[in-house]
């Protein structure tokens, strides 16, 4: 398979599509999924139970050093930002990035550097801009970049 890794990045208005997404994936999905999305820094883990609700894949929050495993869903935890490198995630607490911490442009731009045409980057529903550099930059490393795009416009 010619990558190696799937980030995520949304608003919280964009859950029922992450969810429905998700659940349409193998338990045996051979890419790790590593997944940020926008919420409160005192959010509790609900986002990852609402998460294993809807797939067959495990769902884990993101500890510092977490290794990437395949059939995973790796989800950024609230307050702070995922810095991907080759195999595992970092997570740090630097400052807040379009208001944002987790910020999808820091962890999409990691993604970028460590897995270039390796990765597929996927920006669902969302209020602001965070994400959309980050996507441009793993589409000019040669990955994938998707985008929602709502039918209802």
């Known amino acids: 398979m010619p990558y190696s890794i799937v980030a995520l990045g949304t608003s919280w208005g964009g859950l029922?599509?992450?969810r429905e997404m998700l659940g349409g994936l193998p338990a045996n999905?051979?890419?790790?999924?590593?997944?940020?999305?926008h919420r409160g820094k005192d959010s509790d883990t609900l986002l990852s139970q609402l998460l294993q609700d809807s797939t067959d894949l495990k769902v884990c929050e993101i500890e510092d050093?977490?290794?990437?495993?395949?059939?995973?869903v790796h989800v950024a935890p609230a307050d702070y930002h995922v810095m991907v490198e080759r195999g595992y995630a970092?997570?740090?607490v630097e400052e807040p990035v379009?208001?944002?911490?987790?910020?999808?442009?820091?962890?999409?731009d990691s993604v970028a550097d460590n897995?270039?045409?390796?990765?597929?980057?996927?920006?669902?529903?969302?209020?602001?801009?965070d994400g959309a550099r980050g996507l441009a930059h793993i589409a000019r490393?040669?990955?994938r970049a998707l985008v929602q795009i709502d039918r209802h416009v």
């Open 98 to 108: 379009r208001f944002s911490r987790p910020s999808i442009d820091v962890t999409f």
């Open 16 to 18: 029922s599509a992450m």
């Open 90 to 92: 970092s997570l740090t």
């Open 29 to 37: 999905f051979p890419i790790p999924i590593v997944v940020v999305q």
């Open 141 to 143: 490393r040669g990955g």
């Open 65 to 72: 050093k977490d290794v990437l495993e395949a059939g995973r």
């Open 115 to 129: 897995y270039g045409s390796a990765a597929i980057g996927v920006v669902l529903t969302g209020a602001n801009e």
